[in-house]
T-cell receptor, first 114, second 112 residues
């Protein structure tokens, strides 16, 4: 089975622009989470979606939004980009949202904001 | 503290054992994980341990958990050059969703 896939792999934007990142979970997984990993740090939780509903949100401004589609794929949107948004954005999927599941990560999208 | 803490760097010789340590924040955390990240890549789940366990062994990997001290360790036996990477520990707190808090990562360098 294919793992978690993300697109694009790399992206360069300028300050003030908007960006959309995409994620397809592992087949059969209904939950998708998004993380931001700034260079030299561990990933930080942004959102979790399950069955198209937001189930959790980290400490990120409203410029960050996401949605999940009926096929369980997901998009992360970031508006009014700042230099500090430059990071690796990771998507992870699980079968359910319950405690017993572990997350499987995609390769990430490297966003550079100039 | 509020952060999951790890030492930043570890250097070992090929064939030796590596021990990577982590202190997590919440004694009620239900799952504790170890992930591996190679340069330019995403995170690879190595192993995880339930909070009601003290130890878990999986081939060359041994995870030890001390709940009293909120201390987690990962031992890699017979370390190989392919084990060179950044290792993250992470905790999952109880609750209805998957918020996982990661440490800052330990860079493991294996010297041939």
């Amino acid at each position: 089975d294919a793992g978690v896939t993300q697109s694009p792999t790399h992206l360069i934007k300028t300050r003030g622009q908007q960006v959309t990142l995409r994620c397809s979970p592992i087949s059969g997984h209904k939950s998708v989470s998004w993380y931001q990993q700034v260079l030299g740090q561990g990933p930080q939780f942004i959102f979790q979606y399950y069955e198209k509903e937001e189930r959790g949100r980290g400490n990120f401004p409203d410029r960050f939004s996401a949605r999940q589609f009926p096929n369980y794929s997901s998009e992360l949107n970031v508006n009014a980009l700042l230099l500090g948004d430059s990071a690796l954005y990771l998507c992870a999927s699980t079968r359910r949202v319950a405690d017993t599941d572990t997350q499987y990560f995609g390769p990430g999208t490297r966003l550079t904001v100039l | 503290g509020e952060d999951v803490e790890q030492s930043l760097f570890l250097s070992v010789r090929e064939g030796d054992s590596s021990v990577i340590n982590c202190t997590y924040t919440d004694s009620s955390s239900t799952y504790l994980y170890w992930y591996k990240q190679e340069p330019g890549a995403g995170l690879q789940l190595l192993t995880y341990i339930f909070s009601n366990m003290d130890m878990k062994q999986d081939q060359r990997l041994t995870v030890l958990l001390n709940k009293k001290d909120k201390h987690l360790s990962l031992r890699i036996a017979d370390t190989q050059t392919g084990d060179s990477a950044i290792y993250f520990c992470a905790e999952r707190k109880p609750g209805g969703y998957q918020k996982v808090t990661f440490g800052t990562g330990t860079k493991l360098q294996v010297i041939p």
